[in-house]
Every structure is written in structure tokens, then in C-alpha cells.
């Protein structure tokens, strides 16, 4: 199998003049954004005198955290060309089983394992079917959503399981905190500069940009685009599970309606930071850029008292609007 060839050290003599820092910042999307998010924290503050209390920053990183280890592992799926509708179901899935073992006689830590195992599963079952039948990533992920979400109303009779006898060390993940910071928290920031470290700086995940931008010329190269595609399936799968898990600790009970809308939520966070629909660029930094923006646009909404269905309007206009925007970047780049 072929390698993928470095960069020259030195440049060209004809090539052109390397770009100063600071343009190179102001160019790039993340900066972007952190204005928006300051401009809308700015005016808030100015607006509602609930917004910039410490209940309320702690409620949004909380709501966020979460959720951005699923966007996590939307990124990268996206990034190799893939997408995934079923990551709300199986976050609640996970959720589900788990609390279920738990409910059986096993003890948390196994009925977790378990229940991220199986998840895990899922997502390899949904990459061999992209990889070796050739079924689209929409269509299969459409068809798991609705089965996970059968299985989760399946195990709990449509009722939330409560779970009032779990172990204060294993509560400890989701309502504990490291001096002042969430273990939410912790977790979430493990699993951004994992990730972000790995995406930038190995070759084994930049082979994902490879096969999101051509698939053909990066198999032609000597990349296994099908492993690179039932690798980055997988990975999203496990993570979602990940987040049911600490969602189930955080909460005390397992509810099979968890997650309902999370996928929208979760790939508009990943559009708006960068990730192409058509695959081969994004960022984890600028994906959890855009999931602070969607939290904090969210808790705004909620102060200013704004409609729960003017709120879905807003957030799916979001979306919208980052798609066309993406789309629009793709037909430039040509």
C-alpha cells in the first residue's frame, strides 16, 4: 500500500508568498464565529440581566457538552463523506440498555460497557452495509434511527426507567465536578483535544480528509477508503453511545425518548464550524464553535421568551442557512 508523500520542507522558488498570521486568522471560520458568539453574548448581557449569571453559563456548557462529543464524531464522519440520522437514537439506546442491565442485577460500569459495546456494534453494521452492499449512509442511518428508537420504546414500555439506586461513583461522571469544573466538562474537553489532536497531526486520520475529497483518487493512492469509512461510522456510533452513557449518570434514569432531534442539532453544529456535506474539510474546533453558538442562540430564545415553535424555525433556518452557505463554498471551490 502506498504512503501518503509529506510536504517538501522548502517551497518552490516560484511558489507564491506565504500569507502573514494574522491574515490567515482573520480568514478563517473559527474567528468568524467567536465574533458572532461574543457579539451575541455582548448583547445579551446588555438585554437580559439572567444571561451572563453563573447558573446560566454553567446550564449552556452542560447542555452543550454533551451533545459536542456526539459532534465530535459527526465531524469526522462528515469529514470522510458520510453522515449519520441515527445518532440521537442510539445515544438514547445506549441510555436505554444500559439502565436496563443495570435494572437486571449487573452493575453500572458492566451494563455500560455493554451498552457501548452494542452501539459500538451498530455502527460497524451500518459501515459494512455502506462499505461492502453500497447502500448510501442517509438510507441506512434513516432505517437505524427508527429501529434504535423501537428498541429503546421496546425495553422501557415507553416509560423512562428510573434509576434512584445507582452508585455515587458512577453519578460522579455526570453530576460530580473536578473543583469547579463538571466532570462533563472534563470529559468533553478530553474527547475535543483527543480528537482535534488526531485529526490534525496523524496520518491515519488524515486519511479521512483523502477519501472525503475524492474517494476514487484516494483509493488510487493506496488508501482503504472502505476502512476509512467503516472506521469513521463506527467511531460516530461509539461516541453518541458515549454521550447516552453519561447522560444516563447525569439524569439518574434512562428515557427512551432522549435525543429526539439531536441529529439536526448535531450536523448543524458541524456545518456551521466548517464540515462539508460533500465531504473533506472541517474542524472539531470549528464544529464545537458552531454547537456554543447553537447553545447559546438556544438559552437567548428561551430568555427572551421567544415560542418553542418560533425556536425550531429559527434553529432549522440556521441549519438551512449553513447548508446553503456550504454549498456555495463547494461550487467556488469548484
Avoid at 446588555?46 to 444571561?51: C, R
Avoid at 453519578?171 to 470529559?187: H, Y
Wanted: hydrophobic share 55%.
Amino acid at each position: 500500500m502506498s504512503t501518503i508523500h509529506s510536504q517538501s520542507a522548502a517551497a518552490p522558488p516560484d511558489a507564491p508568498a506565504q500569507k502573514p498570521f494574522w491574515r490567515n486568522l482573520l480568514r478563517a471560520r473559527e474567528t468568524g464565529l467567536v465574533i458572532i458568539i461574543a457579539a451575541l453574548f455582548i448583547t445579551m448581557s446588555l438585554i437580559s440581566p439572567y444571561f451572563l449569571t453563573v447558573a446560566n453559563i454553567r446550564a449552556m456548557a452542560m447542555a452543550f457538552a454533551v451533545e459536542s462529543i456526539v459532534v465530535v464524531g459527526m465531524t469526522i464522519l462528515l469529514i470522510s463523506g458520510g453522515i449519520d440520522l441515527s445518532v440521537g437514537s442510539v445515544t438514547a439506546l445506549a441510555m436505554v440498555l444500559a439502565g436496563w442491565l443495570f435494572l437486571s442485577g449487573l452493575d453500572p460500569w458492566t451494563a455500560s460497557a455493554l451498552a457501548i459495546l452494542v452501539c459500538t456494534g451498530i455502527g460497524a453494521a451500518m459501515g459494512l452495509c455502506v462499505t461492502r452492499i453500497g447502500l448510501h449512509h442517509f438510507i441506512v442511518s434513516l432505517g437505524v434511527m427508527v429501529i434504535a428508537r423501537g428498541l429503546c420504546l421496546l425495553l422501557t414500555g415507553g416509560r423512562p426507567l428510573g434509576l434512584y439506586s445507582l452508585p455515587p461513583e458512577f453519578k460522579f461522571i455526570g453530576q460530580g465536578s473536578i473543583g469547579q469544573i463538571p466532570v462533563v466538562i472534563c470529559l468533553f474537553l478530553v474527547v475535543v483535544v483527543v480528537f482535534d489532536f488526531l485529526l490534525r497531526r496523524t496520518v491515519m486520520f488524515r486519511k479521512v480528509f483523502y477519501t472525503g475529497s475524492n474517494r476514487k483518487a484516494a483509493a488510487y493512492s493506496g488508501i482503504r477508503t472502505d476502512r476509512v469509512i467503516f472506521a469513521t461510522t463506527t467511531l460516530c456510533a461509539a461516541l453518541a453511545a458515549v454521550a447516552g452513557i453519561i447522560s444516563m449518570a447525569r439524569f439518574g434514569s434512562a428515557q427512551p425518548t432522549f435525543g429526539i432531534g439531536m441529529e439536526l442539532n448535531v450536523i448543524a453544529a458541524a456545518v456551521i464550524g466548517g464540515a462539508s456535506l460533500s465531504g473533506g474539510s472541517g474542524t472539531i474546533l470549528g464544529a464545537i464553535l458552531g454547537a456554543i453558538l447553537l447553545s447559546v442562540v438556544s438559552s437567548s430564545l428561551a430568555l427572551l421568551n421567544v415560542s418553542v415553535y418560533w425556536q425550531d424555525i429559527i434553529r432549522g433556518s440556521i441549519l438551512l442557512a449553513a447548508v446553503v452557505f456550504d454549498h456555495y463554498l463547494v461550487k467556488k471551490r469548484g
